[in-house]
């Protein structure tokens, strides 16, 4: 006997729901290797990073890579604690601008009082691009306290991993 109609409702039903589990799971994750023009407005800055924050979760994940050699500035950041977030207590949510934001604390191999804070502000390459991204950084504490360098990715890109933006 031949089944019709339901079950294969119910199993395309059963597909989408897995689907947009999926999607909804995956929160806020970003990956991205390139290069901005330099806090000094002369020569280049490279990044590489890989950060993430599950929907629902309080603490974000992952670490970026940072050198501005033109600035003096390099660094190793780790994403940690809740995300910076105008929800209270600050959860990780699917972002629909396609923005990624985080924070945590780097580390410069400059010596004694080498750590401080980073916020990183990123929006990823336009679609089936590698243009139209942003990278905004901030430092706060430690060897590069003030340090501020922002702009769009000149060679590289900035990708979503799943989620809503991808």
Not at 42 to 50: E, I, K, L, M, R
Not at 55 to 81: E, F, P
């Amino acid at each position: 006997m031949r089944r019709t109609g339901g079950s294969t409702r119910s199993r395309a039903a059963a597909a989408i729901a897995t689907a947009v589990g999926l999607l909804l799971l995956a929160g806020c994750h970003y990956r991205g290797t390139g290069e901005v023009k330099s806090e000094t407005g002369s020569g280049s800055a490279y990044f590489v990073f890989d950060l993430s924050c599950p929907t629902g979760g309080t603490v974000q994940d992952g670490t970026i890579d940072y050198v501005d050699r033109a600035a003096g500035v390099t660094l190793v950041g780790t994403a940690s604690g809740p995300p910076p977030s105008p929800f209270t207590p600050p959860t990780c949510e699917p972002n629909s601008r396609g923005q990624g934001i985080f924070t945590g604390t780097y580390v410069s191999p400059s010596g004694p009082g080498n750590s401080g804070t980073f916020y990183l502000d990123v929006t990823p390459s336009s679609a089936g691009t590698m243009s139209g991204a942003t990278f905004d950084l901030h430092l706060t504490g430690g060897p590069n306290d003030g340090y501020s360098n922002s702009g769009p990715v000149v060679l590289g890109s900035i990708t979503p991993v799943g989620g809503p933006t991808s």
